[in-house]
């Protein structure tokens, strides 16, 4: 069994358990915000997702049992004005969904805590997506606010994967867990 560690700073760490199999992990105290330092390292992350040939499965998790990924960080409005486009043209946290709704490995949110707004999002651009009866909350609050949310994985997610795929994702899944196992 192969593992490996990669810390992206604070808000990100990635841990390899073998070559077709990495775990994703959240940590960016006290709620998980969406910073623009978390995009710049979702980024990065992507990019070896992108590159890796032998990946089947990422599994994103949250260090904190409260918080998946709570929303951005207001706070920084204008560092996250201040970030280049992504690479595919789009504003950078639109890019990082896009990317995530499109790499060939499967994604799973392992949803324990709180995902609203952009991390509502960032849960609907995984390809599957599971939550614990007793800590998960999903929630859009433009919803509260009288707006529509959508134009990103929600509006994308209904023609993105069909039942025949799921079902493939499954099967790669289970042979990647074996051979972990092995």
Not at 30 to 35: A, G, K, R, S
Not at 156 to 164: A, G, L, S, T, V
Request: contains cysteine.
């Amino acid at each position: 069994m192969t593992i490996d560690a990669e810390c992206f700073r604070d808000g990100v760490r990635r841990l390899t358990l073998c070559s077709s199999y990495w775990e994703v992990t959240f940590n960016n105290p006290p709620i998980n915000l969406i910073d623009p330092d978390t995009i710049a390292q979702l980024n990065a992350l992507l990019g070896k997702i992108e590159s890796n040939p032998t990946l089947n499965v990422v599994v994103f998790k949250s260090n904190d049992p409260d918080f998946f990924i709570a929303h951005y960080d207001i706070s920084s409005v204008a560092a996250f004005a201040a970030l280049p486009p992504g690479p595919t043209g789009l504003d950078p946290w639109n890019d990082v969904l896009v990317r995530l709704s499109r790499v060939p490995a499967l994604t799973v949110a392992a949803l324990r805590g709180r995902a609203r707004g952009a991390g509502s999002q960032f849960v609907l651009a995984c390809d599957v997506r599971f939550a614990s009866k007793e800590r998960a909350v999903l929630g859009q609050f433009e919803v509260g606010g009288g707006a529509v949310p959508g134009g990103g994985p929600m509006a994308r997610r209904p023609i993105r994967r069909q039942r025949r795929q799921a079902r493939q994702y499954w099967r790669i899944y289970a042979r990647s867990s074996a051979r972990c196992r092995s």
